[in-house]
């Protein structure tokens, strides 16, 4: 059984830093893409950033110059570090894995970052 198990969320100041933590256990390969998703009240799931095989990134618009996602492919772990926090980032924050193996992707809990103004 896979399972995505995210710590680090909380509530901060604007301005502040946060930094998110997900590990995948209960899976036999590694994960090619690994990464992070958000959604804020009322609004779509929308992609915030991701790594490939734990080397090329990519990152909305929204985060880019502000969150760096980094990764273990081998050890199937994905951080994300968040600085200079708007209130906008106010959301709850999935882990995200897909593998190509499974044929399928795998979602976390969930964590709530909370930005205050």
């Known amino acids: 059984q896979v399972q995505l198990v995210e710590s680090g969320g909380g509530l901060v100041q604007t301005g502040g830093s946060l930094r998110l933590s997900c590990a995948a256990s209960?899976?036999?390969?590694?994960?090619?893409?690994m990464g992070w998703y958000r959604q804020a009240p009322g609004k779509e799931r929308d992609l915030v950033a991701v790594?490939?095989?734990?080397?090329?990134?990519n990152y909305a618009d929204t985060v880019q110059g502000r969150f760096t996602v980094s990764g273990d492919y081998a050890k199937n772990t994905v951080v994300l570090q968040m600085n200079s926090l708007k209130p906008e980032d106010t959301a709850v924050y999935y882990c995200?894995?897909?593998?190509?193996?499974?044929?399928?992707?795998?979602w976390g809990q969930g964590t709530q970052v909370t930005v205050s103004s």
């Open positions: 995200w894995a897909y593998s190509d193996t499974y044929g399928r992707a795998f």
């Open positions: 209960g899976s036999t390969v590694s994960f090619y893409v």
């Open positions: 790594i490939r095989n734990g080397v090329t990134t």
